[in-house]
């Protein structure tokens, strides 16, 4: 982006960042190759910290489930009657997989396909055949092996926390702010599975920077100039900004139009900007004017993660005859295939003898708080 | 199976076991999943055991040939005129693999494709082009490697041990035990190889129990009572035990009716039953009225074996007009796939962190036996 | 090779060959599968030493370039007016990776995908958004990082050393004893790219033995016999040797025939000859009196080498009508393959626990002169 072409951009306010300090570098290479910084990783932030799986809309009855890979487990996340629950996919019996469809129904219990133990939905033992026959059993000991669940708006999160914090204390002040979306409300529109063979945190940075737009997607940046918006300083446990509509854009789409009414609720200022929030570990949040926008990140490898993109629009527009989610699928499947690709160069590049961390500008201040937190989860230990 | 079903089958003979103890459980996760017992495992049992590894019908002719793949070794498996031999698959000069071909006939010689050293089928060098030159260099210094090479009743067994025991001790009681199946005589009739992404011992384990039978097998169960029949304790190097047929039932094949004569030699008794016998490491012997099923196991990694099923009946039979073994081969080929899924399962299972050993049955006795052999196996030694 | 056969070649000069002495025998198996001796010589040979990249003809202009993957990196070879330059593939600022082609033209300048930062041929940055908003930030001290680059008579070598040493050192005598071939003025003909399931070792000692032709190459051995010839002794970077052509054979083509003119400068004796010389670590350098067969050896695992062999010829004859390389492709292609099928023969043979160091013959001195090269790379350490 040269001089001349921000100077033409006159409509835009340009908010001037602070000045990066000189120790504003990236990362060193371990960080994003290391296999023992990616299970500390997993360890500290994936395994104990909220991680947010789904929908609440895909399990609206008791018995409907899905799974979802975390930390290599297979996690079933259902409703009981009591609210939603989420089980480690293990009889207690001799440690089969109870589960291998990756949604459905259970028929009100679930049972082990291999000796027919049978759990309620709450995870209760119910069957378990023969073993009356041994006096020392009970079947209360033998419970599923609960993984909390708790509810946001519509997200289910779920901890391999034994004993977690509650979900408002991860999520800070997110609720209160983003309560005029009704996020509870919107329903999935369309999902796509991305497989990036990238670090999980070179996708979180390059969603919280929007230096490379003018490079890497020209699209978006004709839709939203890159230098536009303003950041809210990193909190403990996410960090976001937004950014600006260009004048005659009414939302991010393929020709910039809105073909379905705004989501009722926001202020006419938030109908003019795009919200864009990651929340740690595993969540970026995009609040459009009339679309959410979720992405989740499951890291299998310190070089591949699995990025579930999913849209959700309200309901009644998409009961509405015609409704077309395609502009804004498009619009962003083609950005985030730009944005996976440079990922990718990155950490082909990062793995290379010849990277040395390299400087920050001051477009890159998230990224450089970012770090500063990972820093932290690994301090004392090096490698 | 629930109660009610028990008690409609009166003329099943269900004999009470022995109730299992209150520390009767599963063993640990890393007995099935940490590459360190897995190669334990492998050295201890596999490396210095005696291995089955096929038939002598195969190597009826001096000079015939099969290779099996026993720890990541290709050992050739063929026949001097002085018996079955076995050899490393290597050339003394280079290290060249000598035979990549899976069986054969050697033409009286085995010949290194690399630089032509030949060896006579008793492993002898008889020709090194060139070594002449070299005066030191002596040809009976340089055999083809022996492994260790012994039949019973028509199976070979080999064994890496340098310095085996003989095949007999480790036979114990069997040999005279299964002298009526004249197994010797027997010919094959078919041959299935399995790829089970499972450790070997869960494929053992699900070999000795039929309390998953009523779930898994609904087929056999129809045919053989799952709580019909009678284990024998462990013994050191086996254990096994015998299922009825039903009334009505004459073999396991598709329709419980048997085409076949049964066995010569058979007493009226064991016409009307099936044994089952694990003999440690690899073989699992199944003796029906009409035909002998062999599954020998070649574990290749923690979670993956591969199983190599052979359906074996007597040549009077196979020499009949109209011969068809596809009834019992579909029988237990079906069985099979049950089997294996609930073992691939379990191997998942078993992996995930939400895993703790569970506790047995009484119909699980030999199983918690042979847990304890494999305990033994580790012992003082964790991981 | 029979004593019959020998005696009815009496047009061959045979010259006997020093006695190998009784401890000359092959490596350990460590030193073909352990991959802590890989990772030592990756280090110490390929991580050290110049190694054959390429031929300037491939960046003849500047801002042409190709890639090459030595020890897991994609260097970039290219031309600025200053000459060859090789760079890390890495972006100073976040490490993305630069260029992702495997070969091309640079558009006078190298830009990285992501944020743009764009460097000169020569490596300098000469771009960098908004980092002037940046105080302490200074263009000149992020240049691409170079790796070493030197050319000798149109071949390219690279050196990932920091400071190496003087390409004319490592190669000593040779560019004086192959001026007459002037290989620079050579031109790609045809190029084949294998991948190689042995050790990069493997592949150099079957380069430096001919015992093998008899049996693995019948129709080589019709052009040249394999006791022809003669070796110089091994040099502290290369060793080598030469063939004589059969009377009769022209040069090595299907047929022993030359349709091409003979490379100028060449003496009637060298024109009757075929040197064989592998250049360590990476190139097999093949003159032949019309072509030169280059090979350059890329090893990515202990047991895996990708292996790319290129055809050169003289730029008159490929100008010539109906010029075509084919007769030399096919043969050396042929040869090829019989010589990797028993390379990775070697490869799976001594991964046996049943191999053992075996005996050289004297027509295996070089092998014996590598091996003893190859252990000084490793000394001290075990394994």
Same mark, same amino acid.
């Given at each position: @982006?040269?001089?001349?072409t921000?100077r033409?951009i006159?409509? /835009?306010?340009?908010?001037?960042?602070? %000045?990066i300090?000189?120790?504003?570098?990236?990362?060193? +290479?371990a960080?994003?190759?290391?296999? #023992?910084y990616f *299970?500390?990783?997993m360890?500290r932030?994936?395994?104990?910290?909220?991680?947010?799986?789904?929908?609440t809309?895909?399990?609206?009855?008791?018995g $409907?489930?899905f799974?979802?890979?975390?930390l290599?487990?297979?996690?079933?996340?259902?409703?009981?009657?009591?609210g939603v629950?989420?089980?480690?996919? %293990?009889?207690?019996?001799?440690?089969?997989?109870?589960?291998?469809? +990756?949604?459905g129904?259970?028929?009100?219990?679930?049972?082990?396909?291999?000796?027919a133990?049978?759990y309620?939905? !709450?995870?209760r033992?119910?069957?378990?055949?023969? =073993?009356?026959?041994?006096?020392?059993?009970?079947?209360?000991?033998?419970?599923?092996?609960?993984?909390?669940?708790?509810?946001?708006d519509g997200?289910?999160?779920?901890s391999?926390?034994?004993?977690?914090?509650a979900?408002?204390?991860q999520?800070?002040?997110?609720?209160?702010k983003?309560?005029p979306? &009704? @996020?509870?409300?919107?329903r999935?529109?369309? &999902?796509?599975?991305? *497989?990036?063979?990238?670090n999980?945190?070179l996708i979180? $940075?390059?969603y919280n920077?929007c230096?490379?737009?003018p490079?890497v997607?020209?699209?978006?940046?004709r839709?939203?100039h890159?230098?536009?918006?303003?950041?809210?300083p990193?909190?403990?446990?996410y960090?976001g900004?937004?950014? !600006?509509?260009?004048?005659?854009?009414d939302t991010?789409?393929m020709?910039?139009?809105?073909? #379905?009414a705004?989501?009722?609720?926001?202020?006419?200022? *938030? #109908?003019?900007?795009?919200y864009?929030?990651a929340?740690?570990?595993? =969540?970026?949040?995009?609040?459009?004017?009339?679309?959410?926008l979720v992405?989740t990140?499951?890291?299998?490898?310190?070089? #591949?993660?699995?990025?579930?993109?999913?849209?959700?629009f309200?309901?009644?527009e =998409?009961?509405?005859?015609?409704?077309?989610?395609q *502009?804004?699928?498009?619009?962003?499947?083609t950005?985030? &295939?730009?944005?996976?690709?440079?990922?990718?160069l990155?950490?082909?590049?990062?793995?290379?003898r010849?990277?040395?961390?390299?400087p920050?500008?001051?477009?890159?201040?998230?990224?450089?708080a970012?770090?500063? =937190?990972i820093?932290? /989860?690994?301090?004392?230990?090096?490698?």
């Amino acid at each position: @982006m040269d001089e001349g072409t921000t100077r033409k951009i006159m409509d /835009i306010v340009v908010k001037p960042r602070d %000045v990066i300090p000189e120790e504003g570098r990236t990362l060193p +290479a371990a960080y994003y190759v290391d296999p #023992r910084y990616f *299970d500390r990783e997993m360890d500290r932030l994936f395994g104990r910290m909220w991680v947010a799986a789904g929908r609440t809309e895909a399990v609206e009855k008791p018995g $409907q489930f899905f799974l979802r890979e975390l930390l290599g487990e297979r996690v079933i996340i259902t409703r009981s009657t009591g609210g939603v629950r989420a089980y480690y996919n %293990v009889c207690r019996h001799r440690g089969t997989q109870l589960c291998t469809e +990756a949604s459905g129904t259970f028929p009100g219990s679930i049972q082990c396909p291999y000796h027919a133990w049978t759990y309620d939905l !709450d995870g209760r033992l119910v069957g378990a055949p023969h =073993m009356d026959e041994v006096p020392h059993f009970r079947k209360e000991d033998y419970p599923l092996q609960p993984v909390a669940a708790e509810v946001w708006d519509g997200h289910i999160f779920i901890s391999l926390n034994p004993v977690p914090p509650a979900l408002q204390t991860q999520l800070a002040g997110l609720p209160g702010k983003f309560a005029p979306w &009704r @996020m509870g409300d919107l329903r999935l529109g369309h &999902r796509i599975t991305y *497989d990036v063979k990238a670090n999980w945190k070179l996708i979180v $940075q390059n969603y919280n920077e929007c230096l490379h737009c003018p490079n890497v997607h020209p699209a978006l940046n004709r839709l939203s100039h890159y230098l536009s918006g303003e950041n809210e300083p990193l909190q403990g446990t996410y960090m976001g900004g937004r950014m !600006d509509l260009r004048p005659g854009v009414d939302t991010l789409s393929m020709n910039g139009t809105c073909p #379905r009414a705004f989501l009722p609720g926001l202020t006419p200022e *938030d #109908r003019r900007r795009v919200y864009y929030y990651a929340i740690f570990p595993n =969540m970026l949040l995009s609040l459009h004017p009339d679309y959410m926008l979720v992405h989740t990140l499951w890291p299998v490898a310190p070089d #591949r993660t699995i990025n579930i993109c999913e849209w959700h629009f309200h309901p009644e527009e =998409m009961a509405r005859e015609g409704f077309d989610p395609q *502009d804004a699928v498009e619009f962003w499947d083609t950005t985030n &295939r730009q944005d996976w690709h440079v990922c990718e160069l990155s950490q082909a590049g990062i793995s290379s003898r010849g990277y040395r961390p390299g400087p920050y500008s001051n477009r890159e201040d998230l990224l450089y708080a970012f770090d500063r =937190m990972i820093r932290n /989860i690994h301090s004392g230990e090096h490698p």
